[in-house]
């Protein structure tokens, strides 16, 4: 069993829609992350929250907007999508975010559909 | 920025058979960490191995072992034994030390098992 949850599962949305992802983690981790992944491609990442705040903000459209409520908790807003941003949404956690070997856990994953 | 590269897009193995999959990566770094992650179709991605770039001595986890290569800077990864489990997409992924654990993954090798 995943220690990693998400939710959805499948997610259709139109463009102009506003709908979360939630991920959750019951292992004490302190360091959280969203990745986009395409078919038979590897995962981007698009953010990373350490200790619950912002530490790594890739060159990702506004749209997509991040919120770590606490340290087990991570949403991930979405808001006039485009087809494109149609993709697999994995949420990792990590131990820490600095120092050590921190190998990241991933969850089952998000499959977004934008119509 | 880090590079990481699998340069065999698919591969096959029977069933029972040894299977080696090859992972290069580029960096300036000493001190860093390997992983292969395992990404099983429509399911979740699972660690596989991990391997210290400290460490001379390959890691082994049952029928998983690596062969470490630091001054080549080659990763690869040998599955043992191959059971038709093993079919998967396979991520290569480099972590910098210290670096808020931001993974470089490869390309990935979708490796299929055949009965």
């Known amino acids: 069993d995943t220690e990693v949850t998400q939710t959805p599962k499948h997610l259709v949305m139109g463009m102009t829609n506003k709908k979360s992802l939630k991920c959750e983690q019951h292992m004490g981790h302190r360091a959280m992350y969203w990745y986009k992944q395409k078919a038979k491609k590897p995962p981007e990442l698009m953010f990373v929250?350490?200790?619950?705040?912002?530490?790594i903000n890739e060159s990702v459209p506004s749209r997509f907007s991040p919120e770590c409520p606490n340290s087990s908790l991570l949403n991930l807003h979405l808001h006039a999508l485009q087809p494109e941003d149609s993709a697999l949404y994995l949420c990792?956690?990590?131990?820490?975010?600095?120092?050590?070997?921190?190998?990241?856990?991933f969850g089952p994953g998000t499959r977004l559909t934008v119509t | 920025a880090q590079t990481v590269t699998q340069s065999q897009p698919e591969m096959s193995v029977q069933e029972a058979e040894t299977v080696t999959l090859s992972c290069t990566y580029d960096t300036s770094e000493n001190n860093y960490y390997l992983f292969w992650y395992k990404q099983p179709p429509s399911r979740q991605m699972i660690l596989v191995i991990r391997q210290e770039a400290y460490k001379q001595q390959n890691a082994t986890e049952n029928r998983f072992s690596v062969n470490f290569q630091k001054a080549a800077k080659s990763f690869s990864l040998k599955i043992s034994d191959s059971q038709l489990g093993d079919t998967a997409m396979y991520f290569c992924a480099f972590m910098k030390q210290n670096t808020g654990n931001q993974f470089y993954f490869g390309t990935g090798t979708s490796l299929t098992v055949i009965p």
């Open positions: 990792a956690s990590s131990q820490g975010a600095s120092g050590g070997i921190y190998e990241q856990y």
């Open positions: 929250y350490s200790y619950e705040k912002l530490s």
